[in-house]
């Protein structure tokens, strides 16, 4: 195990990507197994409150440390156990790292967070999810079995399938034989793609409680995931859009078909079947067009989508879609396709180009951002789609959105220059919220609640849930010393 | 215009690449495979050029496998029409040069556009032995180029600057990055390019003049571990001296 005291070398280990930052004592860096729960249960002795640390991509401040310590999965990058679509991976394992151990032996992890840098602990921490999500669902449906320590250093293992709540009262047993019996939350989680505090549900399987939760009441050591073959051939494109309104119902026509369509038998498809669906709005586009001169002048906004098929229906997929793009913009013609690995690989740094540099705005010329990751149920997305144009057309201030349009899940984010834009800017961000939830959608759709959305949670779920979820947190951690500050106001417990 | 670009198929060079079981070949089993990016300014040089002056853009290739997928690449960029030469076995730069001279000789054509090398055996051969074997001239490295009529005048990149020259068609270019921004593919053309034609020339035989008589990966350089200088940091380095390294 490393252990790193020193303010400096700590430094690295006090800030996400949200720019937020905190503090720690020490950090401990275990390499095995047996290092991660000694340093947990050293800790727990000595009462020191525990930040569990992943590629701290994180954009919600949840890895960013309240004093104590952070203990960081980094080493901790065992890929075991590979076969009949399984894989078992040690926490520290980044997606880059897994995705270049499973593509050589032809499968894959659908659903396709962004940020490839991540580690697979942390995604299972914040449920995270990708672009791959519209036809996959979420990194939660992929997660087959995980091995977790809580904080006095019992062991949990779950398999998915095996153990259920009963109504909603859950009872586990650690492998040291001691017993939890637990009440769950009762509450209705919105129906849409969820980072929002505990997963609860009637008759839930007991692994879904785990992930999402943030680092507030397991340690995730290790992951069991379900892999899929790679498909046989994958389409890719970019459509540019000179009319707003068009691309909304281009998105609904292609959305609705693919929903059905990706039901069905690959081999057996021979028109529109989406597993992606992404937007780009205009300051999107503006952004990117420096490193990218291929977006035709007049596009004020972008779709991407990619489609897996069967080589021999190549020639009518591509022509249905091209037949649909056509019935929707003027700049059909202007559509960036990709076949080959190379050319999706160019594509895919394009969806990737806009984060990051959403990132460096921030970073580099030290701005506040304020960034939505709020998601609808699909029949209310036009509504949302409609009023974000409404709020954000006239807004004096700089901002892009992208994000997850298939899921009717965008990403607005709004930079401020000076504290009068910010607080303008979280004037925006309530009215957001608050429309959201009027259309039954979440705070949070894949980033989580962090440090940063705390408040949010409550207006979503109301008092009474958060308390409950609450009870969930002392039950595991009685002590407190979990992601302190993560999800719950430290105060109102 | 009557413009040919000859383009080579090379394993992406994002793929891990393994030797045969020979000893002298690539193990091609799960490589996929590229248009050679130096042949991307190539074709984008010739397409423009049609753009300009009117013409035909014909896209070549030789190649031991089947090639038309990079073929059908060049055509839908703007390529009019292609043809694949299948040699019998990997062929050597000579017996490309061969085949393309072999097969062009007649055609007229203005200019013959390559990559400056293609990026899998880098021999940086074959532009200049098709000029000598065409008896027209050659210029390599081209990142610049003007076609006035029969006058080309392109620019070189040399150490430390840039040499420019002038010379006339027929002349054979190889194009080197930054001549141009090759266009992307787009939709419609990706269409089109399904039904332009792809004509297979039979190979001709001429003796390859190299043989290659081993091929090897480089040697893994062992992964260093970077370590700071705070009392943990220098336990670790003790530590790993001591049992990984085993050298104090
Ligand atoms: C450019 C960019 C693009 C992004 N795109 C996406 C996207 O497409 N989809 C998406 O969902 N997110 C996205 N994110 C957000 C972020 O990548 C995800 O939230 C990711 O899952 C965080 O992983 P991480 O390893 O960086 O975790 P960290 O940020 O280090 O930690 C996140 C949380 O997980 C906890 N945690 C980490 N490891 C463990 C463990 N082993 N046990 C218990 N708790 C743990 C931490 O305590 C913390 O609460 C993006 C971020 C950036 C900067």
């Known amino acids: 195990m490393i252990i790193k005291t020193e303010t400096d070398t700590i430094h690295p280990y006090t800030f996400d990507s949200s720019n937020m930052h905190g503090n720690a004592d020490i950090v401990y860096i275990p390499e095995d197994f047996d290092e991660l729960r000694q340093a947990i249960k050293s800790c727990f002795d000595q009462n020191i409150p525990m930040t569990f640390s992943g590629a701290g991509t994180g954009i919600t401040g949840s890895r960013v440390p309240n004093g104590g310590a952070v203990i960081s999965t980094e080493l901790m990058k065992g890929i ?40 697979i602990g942390g995604n299972v921490a914040t449920n995270a999810s990708g672009s791959r999500t519209f036809k996959y669902g979420a990194i939660r449906e992929h997660i087959l079995g995980l091995k977790l320590i809580l904080p006095d250093g019992e062991i949990i293992s779950l398999n998915r399938g095996e153990i259920f709540a009963d109504s909603y009262k859950l009872s586990l047993s650690s492998e040291s034989g001691k017993k939890y019996e637990l009440q769950l939350p009762v509450y209705k989680m919105p129906a849409t793609k969820n980072a929002t505090g505990y997963f609860a549900h009637e008759n839930m399987d007991a692994i879904d409680l785990f992930i999402g939760n943030e680092g507030t009441i397991a340690a995730i050591a290790e992951i069991t995931l379900k892999v899929l073959p790679l498909p046989e051939s994958i389409i890719g ?39 992606l669906i992404e937007y780009f709005d205009n ?41 649909m793009i056509q019935n929707y913009t003027g700049l059909s013609d202007d559509t960036w396709i990709a076949l080959s690995d190379k050319e999706h690989k160019e594509m895919a740094e394009f969806r990737h180009e806009l984060p990051l540099q959403v990132y460096e705005n921030l970073t580099e010329n030290s701005q506040k951002k304020v960034g939505l990751d709020t998601a609808v149920p699909i029949e209310h997305f036009p509504e949302l789609f409609r009023f974000y144009s409404e709020v954000f057309g006239n807004l004096p201030l700089q901002y892009v959105i992208f994000g997850h349009i298939g899921n009717s899940h965008l990403h607005a984010n709004i930079f401020c220059q000076n504290d009068e834009e910010y607080a303008l800017a979280l004037q925006i961000y309530d009215r957001c919220i608050d429309k959201t939830l009027a259309l039954s959608g979440t705070v949070s ?12 949670l409550r207006k979503m779920y109301g008092d009474k849930t958060v308390d409950d979820m609450i009870e969930i947190k002392k039950y595991f951690d009685p002590k407190l010393l979990f992601g302190i500050g993560t999800m719950f106001d430290i105060n109102k417990i | 215009m009557n413009l040919l670009v000859c383009v080579s198929r090379v394993p992406d060079t994002a793929t891990k690449i393994f030797v045969g079981p020979d000893g002298k070949t690539i193990d091609s089993k799960g490589v996929k495979y590229i248009l050679n990016p130096y042949d991307e300014f190539a074709l984008e040089e010739a397409i423009r050029l049609k753009e300009k002056n009117g013409g035909e853009v014909t896209a070549l290739t030789v190649s031991a496998d089947d ?58 051969q074959i532009p200049s032995m098709v000029a000598e074997l065409l008896n027209i001239p050659s210029v390599s490295v081209v990142s610049k180029l003007e076609v006035n009529g029969s006058k080309v005048i392109a620019e070189r990149d040399i150490e430390g600057g840039k040499e420019t020259v002038e010379l006339s068609t027929p002349c054979a270019i190889s194009a080197q990055k930054g001549l141009n921004e090759p266009r992307y593919p787009k939709l419609p053309d990706i269409m089109k390019a399904k039904k332009k034609p792809i004509e297979e020339v039979a190979f001709f035989q001429v003796d390859a003049a190299v043989e290659v008589i081993s091929i090897a990966l480089p040697v893994n350089k062992r992964v260093g571990k970077i370590l700071g200088d705070s009392d943990s940091d220098i336990n670790e380095i003790v530590r790993s001296l001591h049992e990984d390294a085993k050298v104090i």
């Open chain 1, 445 to 456: 759709a894949e980033h989580g609640i962090g440090k940063l959305k705390k408040k949010y």
């Open chain 1, 80 to 119: 075991s156990v590979f076969g009949n679509g399984k894989v078992t991976v040690q926490a520290g394992v980044t997606l880059n790292e897994l995705d270049d151990f499973l593509r050589p032996q032809g499968y894959f992890l659908a659903p396709n967070p962004t940020e490839m840098n991540s580690f």
């Open chain 1, 283 to 323: 300051p999107s586009l503006n952004l990117l067009r420096p490193k990218f001169p291929q977006i035709p002048e007049k596009a004020i906004a972008g779709i991407w989508f990619e489609q897996e098929y069967s080589t021999p229906n190549e020639d009518e997929i591509m022509g249905e879609w091209y037949a």
């Open chain 2, 67 to 124: 090639a038309t997928d990079i073929l059908r690449n060049a055509l839908a960029m703007g390529a009019d029409s292609a043809i694949f030469i299948k040699a019998p076995a990997e062929p050597d730069s000579y017996q490309v040069a061969h085949n393309i001279a072999n097969s062009v000789k007649d055609k007229n054509f203005d200019l013959i556009f390559f990559g400056r090398q293609s990026v899998d055996f880098d021999s940086f």
């Open chain 1, 237 to 275: 494109g970019i459509v540019f859009f000179d009319d707003a309104d068009k691309l909304l119902d281009f998105v609904i026509e292609i959305r609705d078909m693919s929903l059905i369509n990706n039901k069905s038998n690959p081999e057996s498809v021979k028109t529109i079947s989406a597993r």
